[in-house]
């Protein structure tokens, strides 16, 4: 079985008038959302081992921000498992485009990505999963295929992973806001007795309050 992640390019900038359609850049929000999913993969262990972008500055640029960000602090070797290039046939291209482009990945690779553009993400995903999806910038769809080589790759029959599917940036801030908030929860509940955490709960109408005697009972878990 074979893994491919479709993913749209990050929100680009549309601020340079003189700038042609392909050589628009990442906008400054863009650059963050592409670093997020780079950390999001790091850390859900689902980094592909090949991505393929556009050769268009926005969709390379996302697929490079993101692979950096997930392989900060990983070895030379494991760097070098990883491979991301650019073609031009994936720009203002059809789905059709897309899956020759595909099939001529090297089969030691079980999950790859694809970085690109609308309309021809969104067709890509209808015409290999039947799900039709609503693609933003910095979203990517995680599609199973049914193939052991990625010279097998034709339309139909495979199986879009709907819970892996992210609506854009702004789901990813709220998935690590909830992730944070849950680690920093835990750390509490390890360092504080029961009857400190009351004491702390009780003051949770008034955040100057509530931060105050957390703030206080911490210091006296940690002594």
Same mark, same amino acid.
């Given at each position: 079985?074979? %893994?491919?992640?479709?993913? =749209? @390019?990050? &929100?680009?900038?549309?601020?340079?008038?003189?700038?042609?359609? @392909?050589? =628009? &850049? !990442?906008? &400054?929000?863009?650059? &963050?959302? $592409?670093? =997020?999913?780079?950390k999001h993969w790091r850390r859900q262990g689902c980094l592909p081992s090949?991505?393929?972008? *556009?050769?268009?500055?926005?969709? /390379?640029? %996302?697929?490079?921000?993101a692979l950096k960000k997930a392989l900060k602090g990983a070895s030379k070797e494991? #760097?070098?498992?990883h491979i991301?290039?650019?073609?031009?046939? !994936? /720009?203002? *291209?059809?789905?059709?485009? @897309? !899956?020759t482009v595909l099939r001529e990945i090297n089969d030691d690779h079980d999950t790859a990505a694809v970085c690109g553009h609308n309309p021809a993400l969104e067709a890509l995903v209808y015409a290999l999963t039947?799900? $039709?999806v609503s693609m933003p910038t910095g979203s990517y769809a995680e599609i199973r295929l049914n193939i052991e080589r990625w010279a097998e790759l034709a339309e139909g029959g495979h199986c879009l992973k709907s819970f892996s599917f992210v609506a854009g940036a702004k789901e990813l801030e709220e998935m690590e806001a909830q992730q944070n908030a849950q680690a920093i929860g835990e750390e509490i509940g390890r !360092?504080?007795?029961?009857?400190?955490?009351?004491?702390?709960? #009780?003051t949770i109408g008034s955040r100057k309050e509530f931060l105050k005697t957390l703030a206080a009972e911490? *210091? #006296? $878990?940690? #002594?």
């Open positions: 079985m074979k %893994t491919l992640i479709v993913w =749209r @390019h990050a &929100k680009s900038s549309h601020s340079a008038h003189d700038v042609n359609d @392909h050589d =628009r &850049k !990442l906008s &400054k929000r863009g650059r &963050k959302d $592409a670093k =997020r999913i780079g090949f991505i393929v972008a *556009s050769t268009a500055p926005r969709a /390379y640029d %996302t697929a490079a921000l494991e #760097k070098s498992e991301l290039c650019a073609d031009q046939r !994936l /720009y203002l *291209s059809s789905a059709a485009d @897309h !899956l039947g799900e $039709a !360092l504080l007795s029961g009857k400190a955490l009351k004491r702390v709960a #009780k911490l *210091s #006296k $878990a940690k #002594k």
